[in-house]
């Protein structure tokens, strides 16, 4: 940490930081409001899948740029799992140079255009800006800028492609194309490694392009950023299972020397309730897959998905949010979100819930599904909810909800979307007797290094952490690249 | 992409695809299965492996027009591509020495069950077959399974070859006449159900092969799941081979049926665009 600290004060005292602080006053800067960003109109966006919001201009950007004080101590960047020079990108922008950011963003992160979209900056970035900590104001915008300046990049069609170091020959393999796997494949890359990623499915980005929908992550802006990694010097094989397709010794015999699992978190979780096998009643994964990664919606795509009038999803997360905005857009009269606590312990992100609001879709919260029924196809055509109350909190520290006896009434559903979670993805543990995991099913790796007890098999993102986010499954992706450096180059050293 | 390099039609709905898939050709063991899509804008639908070739490098499919994706595969020629493979997916099939096994294959299913009574009579058992179909033409893989087993009994619906009758007429003859150890039967949901009500009757263990909806294949989505001895279950990473006596047909067959609707309409547009081209 220490030459971190270090090459920061030297980045900071650089002459056009210097004068750029000086300026503007201080006082200047803090008596500016945040930049608000546009958002589509909640009644029109929530009839297609144009993406809602919709970015900052150039002259918003220079505004809220503006706000940032370039902190002697800038704890904004404790706050982000990639370690972005936060100030330094802003003043970029600041300065008018908005290719120049998109740069800085990308010294440290694969994926700014995601990140800049999908990442919870007010719990990260934000949450540790000295306009939070301090001045108790709303923090700089820091999420909306970084999005704004790799928007600028890829716009402009003079897209940097980060440098690498003069290739070495080793061969690291990639296991999974999801966050976790790009993050370490670009940096692994960045240190000159031959890298190829193998992903199970026909497309690349994991749950970037399967899971995160249009409206919130188009998969064009996806598919720009693995552009970038291919012209790095990346490879990729789709349609590739590891543990099936051929096994880790099979890779080694192929002579890779070092491995990264990013599998993700595969197994989508269910009730087990009494009718949850009834059609209509899908995982969020299936759900959200059959609509973003095989277009299930649109004409002209071979795969169909049921999706009805009365929809239901169960749970507060973020994929909640992402499934019940679908339902809207794919003409649900009602579109209803079953939470069994309240609005104050949901787990997505505050825009997603407000977002959601702003398109009707109708929350019951404290309440929990008991059991479904189906007519005589199967189909499920209602469900039994009961009321919940909050008690004691619980492991998490949430308000544990206890269900109110008696309170059981019944709703009309056509189509129910559980989304209460999701458990690692056995297929590569299963294959490795020897690999150290945890009870729930995760792989344990050394929180540094994210080593496994396989030496040369690190793992980082849900694999690991059983169900995080985007940014997290990233800076895992970044720690194990390093750690997997070390590793290896130690390993040539000794022979 | 996988290129095709060999096809040939059973009959007019059930066609062989050979394709080149060399990794998988490997790897692949009794049981296993695939994932295929067809064009960018297809599905993907599961389908177990019939044989492959690992000098060659091929795996085979054997298909019977049932819809969209079916009929898209019936339609490509040798030198054409599949556009995505994926596999091999599943639990292989268990395979020792049992004994005497019974092995029960109805319609398009008689094609994954060739390469498991192929690798039952390899590992030594006795090994009776029963292939049962509609009608004669629907009878595939005979002289194969003839060349792996030690008996072959066919029944059709119709009669037009073998006994007429049902595969559980073909099943219980055997079961009546010797000591059967196990039984693997593997056909359309209906015929699973009734096969391993018939073997149930004789307390035989028997396994289904399964081949339900499926989208990723690896256990993501959970299109595929069924119900097990009460327990819900992925049939691409828990299966496909379930206790049949365990698994509820009936819920099953409903869950096939899920996007009834949709598939025969959309197979109606495809026979009415395929006729427009040709």
Same mark, same amino acid.
């Given at each position: ?16 930081? $210097? ?22 109109? &909640? ?13 900052? $201009? ?13 902190? &002697? ?102 296991? !999974? ?14 240190? !000159? ?114 999706? !009805? ?81 909050? !008690? ?33 993805? &056995?297929?590569? &543990? ?18 540094? $290094? ?46 | ?44 639908? @599961? =389908? ?23 009929? %898209? ?14 596999? @091999? ?22 094609? @994954? ?6 690798? =039952? ?16 033409? =629907? ?22 070859y073998g006994k007429q009758g049902l595969v ?13 150890? =196990?039984?693997?039967?593997?056909? @359309? ?11 149930? %009757?004789?307390?035989? %263990? ?9 989208v990723d294949g690896t256990g993501m989505c ?57």
């Amino acid at each position: 940490m220490e030459n971190i600290a270090e090459y920061l004060k030297a980045e900071r005292s650089q002459e056009w930081r $210097t004068e750029l602080r000086k300026s503007m006053k201080a006082k200047e800067r803090t008596s500016k409001e945040r930049v608000h960003m546009p958002e589509r109109d &909640p009644n029109i966006r929530n009839k297609n899948i144009d993406e809602v919001n919709l970015g900052l $201009t150039a002259e918003m950007a220079l505004e809220e740029a503006q706000r940032c004080l370039d902190c &002697p101590n800038p704890t904004c960047i404790t706050g982000c799992p990639v370690g972005i020079n936060i100030p330094k990108f802003i003043k970029k922008i600041e300065t008018n140079d908005f290719l120049g950011a998109a740069v800085v963003l990308k010294e440290t992160n694969a994926l700014p255009a995601v990140c800049g979209r999908v990442c919870p900056q007010e719990k990260q970035c934000e949450n540790n800006c000295f306009y939070t900590i301090s001045l108790k104001k709303t923090p700089v915008a820091i999420g909306n800028l970084e999005r704004f300046a790799a928007d600028f990049e890829r716009n402009s069609g003079k897209i940097a492609i980060p440098e690498v170091a003069e290739p070495n020959g080793i061969k690291v393999a990639v296991i !999974g194309s999801g966050p976790a796997g790009l993050s370490a494949a670009g940096d692994l890359c960045k240190y !000159g490694y031959d890298v190829t990623v193998f992903e199970a499915l026909h497309e690349i980005g994991g749950v970037l392009k399967y899971g995160i929908p249009e409206f919130r992550l188009p998969n064009e802006i996806v598919d720009v950023e693995i552009n970038v990694m291919k012209q790095m010097g990346v490879k990729f094989r789709t349609n590739f299972v590891v543990g099936k397709t051929a096994t880790l010794d099979d890779l080694k015999e192929q002579g890779y020397e070092a491995f990264f699992v990013g599998s993700g978190a595969g197994l989508p979780r269910f009730m087990n309730i009494p009718g949850e096998n009834y059609n209509g009643i899908f995982s969020s994964n299936e759900y959200l897959t059959r609509i973003n990664l095989m277009n299930a919606a649109k004409e002209d795509y071979d795969t169909p998905v049921l999706s !009805g009038k009365n929809v239901a999803v169960i749970g507060g997360g973020n994929t909640a949010m992402d499934s019940v905005r679908t339902a809207k857009r794919l003409g649900a009269e009602r579109a209803m979100i079953i939470y069994r606590r309240s609005l104050k312990e949901m787990p997505a992100r505050v825009e997603e819930v407000k977002h959601a609001q702003e398109e009707g879709i109708e929350f019951m919260n404290l309440h929990n599904p008991v059991e479904y029924y189906a007519d005589e196809h199967g189909r499920v055509n209602r469900m039994k909810v009961q009321k919940m109350e909050l !008690g004691e909190p619980d492991a998490s520290g949430r308000r544990r909800p206890i269900p109110i006896p008696g309170s059981e009434f019944d709703i009309d559903v056509d189509t129910v979307v559980v989304s209460v979670g999701v458990s690692p993805n &056995p297929l590569i &543990p299963s294959s490795l007797p020897d690999l150290k995991m945890t009870d729930w099913g995760t792989i344990v790796v050394d929180k540094d $290094t994210m080593q496994s007890s396989i030496p040369e098999l690190f793992a980082g993102g849900d694999i690991v952490r059983g169900g995080a986010t985007v940014i997290l499954a990233m800076g895992d992706g970044r720690k194990a690249a390093a750690g997997i450096h070390k590793y290896l180059q130690e390993k040539v050293r000794k022979n | 992409m996988s290129k095709i390099v060999e096809k040939e039609f059973f009959s007019k709905n059930v066609v062989k695809v050979v394709l080149e898939a060399p990794e998988i050709a490997k790897a692949r063991k009794a049981g296993h299965f695939v994932i295929i899509r067809i064009g960018e804008k297809g599905e993907r639908i @599961p =389908l177990t492996i019939a044989d492959a070739d690992e000098q060659k490098g091929t795996i085979t499919l054997i298909v019977q027009k049932v819809g969209v994706t079916s009929a %898209k595969l019936a339609a490509l020629n040798v030198g054409d591509e599949v556009t995505d493979v994926v596999g @091999p997916l599943g639990h292989a099939t268990h395979i020792e020495n049992f004994g005497t096994v019974l092995c029960a294959g109805g319609g398009v299913g008689i094609a @994954p069950l060739y390469p498991i009574v192929k690798a =039952l009579k390899n590992a030594g058992n006795r090994v009776i077959t029963v292939l049962a179909a509609r009608s004669k033409d =629907l009878i595939i893989l005979e002289d194969e399974m003839r060349a792996n087993s030690d008996e072959v009994i066919v029944m059709t619906d119709d009669g037009s070859y073998g006994k007429q009758g049902l595969v559980t007429a073909g099943m219980e003859e055997v079961i009546n006449r010797e000591k059967v150890h =196990l039984s693997v039967v593997i056909g @359309p949901a209906i015929m699973m159900k009734f096969a391993a009500l018939t073997t149930k %009757k004789y307390n035989i %263990k028997t396994f289904a092969s399964l081949n339900t909806i499926m989208v990723d294949g690896t256990g993501m989505c959970g299109a595929c799941r069924i119900t097990v001895g009460g327990k819900t279950k992925f049939v691409c990473v828990d299966g496909p081979e379930f206790d049949a006596h365990e698994v509820d047909f009936d819920l099953m067959l409903s869950r096939l049926g899920a996007y009834r609707e949709q598939e025969v309409k959309a197979y109606e547009k495809y026979l009415k665009t395929a006729e427009t081209v040709q």
